[in-house]
Every structure is written in structure tokens, then in C-alpha cells.
């Protein structure tokens, strides 16, 4: 069946960085453009950065422009999101999820399998 396995959340100061991964398994990877929400509590699920079936194509958002970059292996069916000078504001349950190929999206309805989240925590 399809799953999606974030790993590398964790609780970190401000000012570091983190690197999540996503393993997907049960469906064709290279069929699917990925991206990476997250949802703080009491607050909807926000878009972060998608990338293209064949890695080529990235759309990140603007408040983590500079910070936060995406990219994928397709060898190992594996997409990442690194961090960097994480504020106390990104604590949050971060999840990846994927859609359908063609042009990026960064709607939360535009995709239709969703991992369970990795919870990171920035707080010193």
C-alpha cells in the first residue's frame, strides 16, 4: 500500500538546522511531484515547497525563501527538506505528500497521499 515516512524532526535551538526525509514505498515515485506542509497547533496546514516528478523543478514558499530547500533521490525513492536558521516559529508537525506530475502545485487539496509528520521543535 502507499505509505510516506517522515524522519528527522527533533528539537533544536534557534539558529540550527535539520534535514527531513520522506520515504515513500507502495507507488511509482517518479509518477509524483512531492512537497512538504506543515501544521502548527490551532493552525491550518501551510505549503512549503514542492519539487518536480524528475527533481528538476522546485517551488518553495516566500516566508522560508533562503532558508528551506527541497530536493528528491530517486534512487531511493526519498525526498528531503532541509533547514536552516530555524526559528521558534517553525515548530511545527511537518509532513510531505504527493501529487499528481505536470505543473507545481501548492495546494493542500492538490495532493492526495500524505505521511504522518515528523514533529519539530525550535525553542532554546
Known amino acids: 500500500q502507499v505509505e510516506l515516512v517522515e524522519s528527522g524532526g527533533g528539537l533544536v535551538p534557534p539558529g540550527e538546522s535539520l534535514r527531513l526525509s520522506c520515504k515513500a514505498s507502495?507507488?511509482?515515485?517518479?509518477?509524483?511531484?512531492m512537497g512538504w506542509f506543515r501544521q502548527a497547533p490551532g493552525k491550518e496546514r501551510e505549503f512549503l515547497a514542492t519539487?518536480?516528478?524528475?527533481?528538476?523543478?522546485?517551488g518553495v514558499a516566500d516566508f522560508v525563501k533562503g532558508r528551506f530547500t527541497i530536493s528528491r533521490d530517486n534512487d531511493v525513492n526519498t525526498v528531503f527538506l532541509q533547514m536552516n536558521n530555524l526559528k521558534s516559529e517553525d515548530t511545527a508537525e511537518y509532513l510531505c505528500?504527493?501529487?499528481?506530475?505536470?505543473?507545481?502545485?501548492?495546494?493542500?487539496?492538490?495532493?492526495?497521499?500524505w505521511g504522518q509528520g515528523t514533529q519539530v521543535t525550535v525553542s532554546s
Open positions: 505528500a504527493a501529487g499528481p506530475k505536470g505543473f507545481l502545485r501548492n495546494s493542500v487539496s492538490d495532493f492526495g497521499f
Open positions: 519539487i518536480s516528478w524528475s527533481g528538476g523543478s522546485t
Open positions: 507502495g507507488f511509482t515515485f517518479t509518477n509524483y511531484n
